[in-house]
C-alpha cells in the first residue's frame, strides 16, 4: 500500500516501548528476528502464501511477482502484470516513470480451491493469473464507468470465490500521495468481483485513501483502512446491517495493510511517520493486532528500519512487507496465540 512515492523516503520509524490507547495500557510485543530474504528490486508491499503452503509471494517494483523457494534458491519469477512489459529495460529498474509499462502488483491472493492468484496492480487493475504463473490477464480496469486510479489491496472469501478489492482514489496514481493528502481526497472505492459471472459491483464509495482491506472469517463484514483518513472503516456484508458501515477505530498514523490471521483477529500496518518525514506526535507502531470490534491486542516492536507496509503472519512467522525495502523480513512470534 502507498508505495513509490517520493514524499516518504524520508520517513522514520519511531518505535514504543509502552502504547496507551483510550482503553486503557495495552502491551508491546518484540518480534524475534528470524532472517532477512533479499530481492532483487524494492518493494515487497504485499505478501501472499498459496494453498500448499508455498511462498511468501510479493510483488516488487520493477512489476514481477516473484515466489520464494527455499535459503539456496532464493526468489525466483512466478508472473508479471504487463503484456507490454520489455525485460531489457524493467527488470531490476524501480524508475517510477516505467510503472505503467512494467507494472507495479500491490494486493495480492490465492483462491485456495483455483490455486490462481488474484492481483491489485496500481496501474493495470485487477488481475488474474493461473496457478503456473505467467502473463496475468486483466479483469476489470474501471467500475461505473469510472477508472480505476490505484487499484490497490484485496482479499478473497475461501468459501464462494468472491474477490474483493480497493481503489485508492479515482482521481490520483500511486506516485500522487502528496497531493492526494492535500486534496483530501476521497473517491476511494471498495468492489466485489465475481470469478464466475464476471460481475464488479461498488459496494462503497466515498473512502479516504482505501489503503487495505481485509474480509472477516465469517465473511460477515470487511475492514478498509483509510491513509488519508487514519482510520479503519467496518462495512457490513450480513446481518441487520448489511450494507451499511462505521468507524472502527481512528489513528495518529496512516494505516497501511490490514490481514487477518488464522484466529480471525487483524493485522494493521502503519507507514509510521507523517507526509513530510517526520514522526507523528504520539508515538505509534507500526504494526497492531485488533479485534473485529476494534479492540487493540497488542502492538510490535521490530528491528526492521523502513517504512512498514503489511504485517502477515503465516505458520507462527511474520513476514514484513514494504514499499522500499529490498527484502521481506521474517520474525517468530513469542505463541500461537499471538498469531
Same mark, same amino acid.
Given at each position: 500500500?502507498l508505495?513509490?512515492?517520493p514524499?516518504? /523516503? +524520508?520517513? /522514520?520509524?519511531c518505535?514504543? #516501548?509502552l502504547?496507551?490507547h483510550?482503553?486503557?495500557?495495552?502491551?508491546? *510485543?518484540?518480534?524475534?528476528?528470524?532472517? =532477512?530474504?533479499h530481492?532483487?528490486?524494492?518493494g515487497?508491499?504485499?505478501?501472499?502464501?498459496?494453498? @500448499?503452503g508455498?511462498?511468501?509471494y510479493?510483488?516488487?517494483?520493477d512489476g =514481477?511477482i516473484?515466489k520464494y523457494?527455499?535459503?539456496?534458491?532464493?526468489f525466483?519469477?512466478f508472473?508479471?502484470?504487463?503484456?507490454n =512489459?520489455?525485460?531489457?529495460?524493467c527488470v531490476g529498474?524501480?524508475?517510477v516513470?516505467?510503472?505503467y509499462?512494467c %507494472?507495479?502488483?500491490?494486493g495480492?491472493?490465492? $483462491?485456495?480451491q483455483?490455486?490462481d492468484?488474484?492481483?491489485?496492480?496500481?496501474y493495470h487493475?485487477?488481475?488474474?493469473?493461473?496457478p503456473?504463473g &505467467?502473463?496475468a490477464t *486483466? /479483469?476489470?480496469n474501471?467500475a461505473?464507468g469510472?477508472?480505476? %486510479?490505484?487499484?490497490?489491496?484485496?482479499?478473497?472469501?475461501?468459501?464462494t470465490?468472491?474477490?474483493?478489492f480497493v481503489?485508492y +482514489?479515482s *482521481?490520483?496514481?500511486?506516485?500522487?500521495?502528496s497531493?492526494s493528502l492535500q486534496? $483530501?481526497?476521497?473517491?476511494?472505492r471498495l468492489?466485489?468481483y465475481?470469478?464466475?459471472?464476471k460481475?464488479?459491483?461498488?459496494?462503497? %464509495? &466515498?473512502? !479516504?485513501?482505501?489503503?487495505?482491506?481485509?474480509?472477516?472469517k465469517? !465473511?460477515?463484514?470487511?475492514?478498509?483502512t483509510?491513509?488519508?483518513?487514519?482510520r479503519i =472503516?467496518?462495512f457490513?456484508?450480513?446481518?441487520?446491517k @448489511? #450494507?451499511?458501515?462505521?468507524?472502527?477505530?481512528?489513528?495518529?498514523g496512516r494505516?497501511?495493510?490490514?490481514?487477518?490471521n488464522?484466529?480471525?483477529?487483524f493485522?494493521?500496518a502503519?507507514?509510521?511517520?507523517?507526509?513530510t !518525514?517526520?514522526?507523528?506526535s504520539?508515538?505509534?507502531s507500526p !504494526?497492531?493486532?485488533?479485534?473485529g470490534?476494534?479492540?487493540?491486542?497488542?502492538?510490535?516492536?521490530?528491528? #526492521?528500519?523502513?517504512?512498514?507496509?503489511?504485517?502477515?503472519?503465516?505458520?507462527?512467522?511474520?513476514?514484513?512487507?514494504?514499499?522500499?525495502? $529490498?527484502f521481506v523480513?521474517?520474525? @517468530?512470534?513469542? +505463541?500461537?496465540s $499471538?498469531?
Amino acid at each position: 500500500m502507498l508505495a513509490m512515492l517520493p514524499v516518504f /523516503l +524520508s520517513i /522514520l520509524l519511531c518505535f514504543p #516501548t509502552l502504547m496507551l490507547h483510550s482503553n486503557g495500557e495495552y502491551v508491546t *510485543q518484540e518480534a524475534q528476528f528470524l532472517e =532477512r530474504l533479499h530481492l532483487p528490486a524494492a518493494g515487497p508491499e504485499s505478501i501472499a502464501f498459496d494453498a @500448499a503452503g508455498g511462498g511468501p509471494y510479493t510483488g516488487i517494483s520493477d512489476g =514481477r511477482i516473484l515466489k520464494y523457494v527455499n535459503a539456496s534458491v532464493g526468489f525466483l519469477e512466478f508472473a508479471i502484470t504487463s503484456p507490454n =512489459r520489455s525485460k531489457e529495460l524493467c527488470v531490476g529498474n524501480g524508475d517510477v516513470a516505467l510503472d505503467y509499462i512494467c %507494472g507495479r502488483p500491490f494486493g495480492l491472493g490465492f $483462491h485456495d480451491q483455483t490455486g490462481d492468484l488474484y492481483i491489485s496492480d496500481a496501474y493495470h487493475g485487477l488481475m488474474v493469473v493461473g496457478p503456473n504463473g &505467467g502473463v496475468a490477464t *486483466q /479483469l476489470a480496469n474501471a467500475a461505473d464507468g469510472v477508472p480505476f %486510479g490505484f487499484t490497490n489491496a484485496l482479499d478473497i472469501d475461501t468459501n464462494t470465490g468472491m474477490v474483493y478489492f480497493v481503489d485508492y +482514489s479515482s *482521481q490520483f496514481s500511486v506516485n500522487e500521495f502528496s497531493a492526494s493528502l492535500q486534496a $483530501h481526497d476521497m473517491t476511494g472505492r471498495l468492489m466485489k468481483y465475481n470469478p464466475e459471472s464476471k460481475e464488479l459491483k461498488v459496494l462503497l %464509495g &466515498g473512502l !479516504g485513501g482505501a489503503a487495505g482491506m481485509a474480509l472477516s472469517k465469517d !465473511g460477515s463484514f470487511i475492514l478498509i483502512t483509510e491513509a488519508i483518513t487514519k482510520r479503519i =472503516r467496518k462495512f457490513w456484508m450480513e446481518g441487520p446491517k @448489511a #450494507t451499511t458501515w462505521e468507524i472502527l477505530k481512528e489513528f495518529t498514523g496512516r494505516p497501511a495493510n490490514i490481514k487477518r490471521n488464522a484466529d480471525g483477529e487483524f493485522w494493521v500496518a502503519f507507514l509510521v511517520g507523517d507526509e513530510t !518525514g517526520g514522526c507523528p506526535s504520539q508515538q505509534q507502531s507500526p !504494526g497492531l493486532r485488533i479485534t473485529g470490534d476494534g479492540m487493540i491486542l497488542e502492538a510490535i516492536s521490530l528491528d #526492521t528500519r523502513g517504512s512498514i507496509s503489511e504485517v502477515a503472519v503465516y505458520d507462527g512467522k511474520m513476514y514484513i512487507g514494504s514499499p522500499y525495502l $529490498h527484502f521481506v523480513d521474517v520474525y @517468530a512470534w513469542p +505463541s500461537k496465540s $499471538h498469531q
